[in-house]
């Protein structure tokens, strides 16, 4: 694979170009399939069984089937099915946390899903190199679906040379907020994190909860204490601890844990934030009960599609101790759709796999859940109908000057799985900062290669 500096630089490059296309309604977007378009070529064998009924399991982590993405999802396959009526589409919908779990058990007995999904980089390379996985460059090579994806994005796929999952999203992570809740309580935008924890304490003392987060969902905490270390660290700092230049000890990373300590302490988070998963929370935040909402920009769609949208801004995490660029951000790479390489229907599913991701950026624009894809728009927003926030937000990325991929996506799996573990402690946990980062460093030491 590419090193992390030239993905990101690829991606970032490709984020600023797309967008400012898209928002005026410009580009050079390759061209997708008006709607209807089903029948697919190269499909391998299956056109010989195109009679006999064939059922596919597409394993995915929508589970809410009143979110947007859900809806999107289940568009695309009842529009596939209704023209390819010998294929029965399964969906098996799970939370993240339980996805990756329950797709662990599946890969260890040979039992995956014909179609899943999984988290960039270094979470998917075990699967890759275990053989799990099937390389897709051939649908990729098919009908131009190769070309419709931004420069770079596939590269946090790639493995040898082979691609092994086509993403949906390619996103940043911001703050949302609630105008109505900051003049309700007299809070301004907060620009260092100072002024956030402040925040958080005024709101509190209104009445108002500060911000939400679907801690039950580990990798969520994990997000936002990760933009603490990208401010307080500077971009790269995992890749110099994997490199041995740097380990989780370094000062840094130490008053990264203390500064999240701080905020939750502080009540920054809901009461019972550890029980809320990333949909409970969400739905906190869209229904008007807290002033702040800190995810990737994929949120945006659910925020489009709620009553609240008018009343929503957006905001780049600020900085920490008067350190960090608040132009440099967390990136979101997304999930990517794979299928299994033992698949029974594996043409079958790369026939689904091929239509879905070749119409997926056409029926999300029109369903308003097009902004921060991993693939090139085709399509005028304002035009369209698309908030002001939505606007703001592809605004917002072309400011984009660096930054991250997510802890997740960066160190080996049991390393990871110690750090979640670790933060999601701190809610709950009187653990210090030294303890906490020495559980991260007595992790990496005994995980790595």
Not at 104 to 128: G, H, L, R
Not at 299 to 310: L, R
Request: glycine share 8%; aromatic share 10%; charged share 20%.
């Amino acid at each position: 694979m590419l090193s992390t500096f030239k993905r990101t630089a690829f991606v970032l490059l490709s984020i600023a170009l797309v967008f400012s296309l898209a928002a005026c309604g410009g580009g050079n977007s390759s061209q997708v399939p008006s709607e209807g378009t089903t029948k697919q070529e190269g499909g391998g064998d299956s056109g010989k069984e195109s009679q006999k009924e064939v059922k596919l399991t597409f394993q995915n982590a929508y589970p809410d089937e009143t979110n947007i993405q859900h809806r999107v999802m289940r568009k695309l396959i009842d529009d596939y099915t209704a023209a390819n009526p010998a294929i029965k589409i399964e969906i098996d919908s799970l939370n993240m946390d339980q996805q990756k779990i329950k797709l662990k058990t599946q890969a260890a007995s040979d039992s995956m899903p014909d179609i899943t999904v999984v988290n960039a980089s270094a979470q998917m390379e075990p699967f890759v190199t275990g053989g799990k996985l099937a390389p897709l460059d051939d649908i990729l090579a098919r009908e131009g679906l190769g070309d419709s994806f931004q420069t770079g994005i596939l590269d946090y796929y790639k493995f040898d040379d082979h691609i092994y999952a086509l993403p949906d999203g390619n996103n940043v992570a911001a703050v949302y907020y609630n105008k109505e809740l900051f003049e309700q309580a007299g809070v301004a935008v907060p620009k260092t994190f100072e002024e956030l924890v402040q925040a958080a304490k005024t709101f509190n003392e209104r009445g108002i909860i500060p911000m939400v987060v679907g801690e039950k969902e580990t990798w969520t905490g994990s997000y936002f204490f990760m933009n603490i270390v990208l401010r307080l660290a500077g971009p790269g700092f995992l890749n110099e601890i994997l490199a041995g230049k740097k380990d989780f000890m370094d000062p840094a990373f130490v008053e990264s844990i203390a500064k999240m300590k701080e905020f939750i302490q502080v009540n920054g988070f809901q009461e019972g934030a550890t029980s809320y998963d990333y949909d409970m929370a969400e739905n906190l935040f869209i229904t008007g009960k807290t002033a702040m909402y800190f995810m990737g920009t994929w949120a945006t769609a659910a925020i489009e599609d709620s009553d609240i949208v008018d009343k929503i801004g957006v905001f780049a995490f600020p900085t920490v101790n008067g350190k960090g660029d608040p132009n440099e951000f967390m990136l979101g790479p997304g999930t990517g759709f794979a299928l299994a390489a033992n698949s029974p229907h594996l043409a079958e599913a790369k026939d689904f796999l091929h239509y879905y991701m070749l119409n997926y950026p056409k029926v999300s624009f029109e369903m308003k859940n097009a902004v921060g894809l991993a693939q090139k728009v085709e399509g005028d927003f304002q035009a369209a109908g698309y908030s002001k926030l939505a606007m703001d937000v592809l605004d917002m990325f072309k400011s984009v000057n660096g930054g991250d991929i997510a802890f997740d996506n960066t160190m080996d799996p049991s390393t990871t799985q110690v750090h979640l573990n670790s933060i999601q402690n701190l809610f709950a946990s009187k653990i210090s900062p030294e303890e906490a980062a020495k559980e991260h460093q007595n992790a990496f030491e005994e995980n790595k290669q």
